[in-house]
DNA sequence: CATATTAATCGCAATATTACGATAATAGAT
DNA sequence: ATCTATTATCGTAATATTGCGATTAATATG
């Protein structure tokens, strides 16, 4: 096996933990943190800033694109990325509703 | 290669994904429903719920408290999950404090 | 004590992820 | 047209993840 039975779950549950998946790794992280800080970037900028080879920050650009988290878009020879802010708000939204939902057990328990 | 490269990236980075890849599956998306839902639960009873084999179920239990999301307390033969509610807290806080950072480009960019 | 119940762990197979260097593909400059 | 810069993709290797059945360990129960 080793791939998920994507069948035995919810939509909504395959969804989020789609975005949350995209989240989970520090190189996405980082990279989303940049793009946040300096509103757009090259992808070369990316490179520079992060010590990664290029070929790896590409496969992480992406895998934040197949989720649409952002966006890119060529610019001449290089490509400027950014946050795609409609797909970003959709998924904060899930995620933030979901964190909060959480109930937590008043009395005994664990 | 395939291990992530953990000396690169900062500290904050890696502990917010390390709590974004917990959450990145569909079947603990699921298993944490459920214990909000029943506030508790006994392993046996996610194992009825959620169509994957008692050995996977208890895997990804394990991979949940490993992040110190879910806490278990042996009851007899059977084991009660809830929630942690302060690592809860910590996580939610730390993830919602990245998604509301990002700010997007007004003008142009992509 | 023997037996059942429950959950964790082991061993295995299939697949996915991460990372890199090398190679393409594209656009701009000479 | 040739060269350069930039990024995506390919191929490969190492490791991680997902999932299952079988086994183990621990605790009840007869």
């Not at 793009?35 to 590409?58: H, Y």
Request: charged letters at 25%; proline letters at 2%; glycine letters at 4%.
């Amino acid at each position: 096996m080793g791939a998920s039975k994507t069948n035995a779950f919810s939509v909504e549950d395959i969804e989020v933990s789609a975005y949350l998946k995209a989240l989970g790794h520090p190189a996405r992280i980082a990279i989303l943190n940049l793009l946040i800080k300096k509103q757009a970037c090259i992808c070369g900028d990316i490179v520079d800033e992060i010590s990664l080879a290029q070929s790896t920050i590409s496969q992480h650009l992406k895998a934040l694109k197949a989720v649409n988290l952002i966006k890119g878009d060529i610019d001449g020879v290089s490509v400027c990325y950014c946050i795609n802010e409609s797909e970003w708000r959709k998924a904060q939204i899930m995620i933030q509703d979901f964190l909060e939902k959480a109930k937590f057990p008043k009395e005994k328990c664990c």
